[in-house]
Nanobody, 127 residues
Framework: QVQLVESGGGLVQAGTSLGLSCAASGRTRNTYAMGWFRQAPGKEREFVAVITWIGGVTYYADSVKGRFIISRDNAKNTLYLQMNSLTPEDTAVYYC????????????????????WGQGTQVTVSS
């Protein structure tokens, strides 16, 4: 089992930046990739970004490419998401997730291929 705890959410103004963290604990050595997802009210959960735990290969959703940066600290078992140039459309609950599966679908951010999920942290961007 892997436990994931997100932190760093909050209320910010449009155009500003915010950073999220996700601390992983438990059986993390089998982790292949970790990602960020988000879910806005009335919408389905959507992929934001992913990074492989070994090699640091990253992949982003088009909606955040060039604005968000995903990174990880293997020594601290911590995942990060730096969000810049935020817009009200970025308002959502943000979840981190971990996958022990290897495959293209994991890199492309298919939620069904992620094994563990955090409880989420709210990000609200005001206009």
């Amino acid at each position: 089992q892997v436990q994931l705890v997100e932190s760093g959410g909050g209320l910010v103004q449009a155009g500003t930046s915010l950073g999220l963290s996700c601390a992983a604990s438990g059986r993390t050595r089998n982790t292949y990739a970790m990602g960020w997802f988000r879910q806005a009210p009335g919408k389905e959960r959507e992929f934001v970004a992913v990074i492989t735990w070994i090699g640091g290969v990253t992949y982003y959703a088009d909606s955040v490419k060039g604005r968000f940066i995903i990174s990880r600290d293997n020594a601290k078992n911590t995942l990060y998401l730096q969000m810049n140039s935020l817009t009200p459309e970025d308002t959502a609950v943000y979840y981190c997730a971990a996958s022990e599966r290897i495959g293209v679908s994991v890199i492309k951010g298919a939620p069904r291929d992620y094994d563990y999920w955090g409880q989420g942290t709210q990000v609200t961007v005001s206009s």
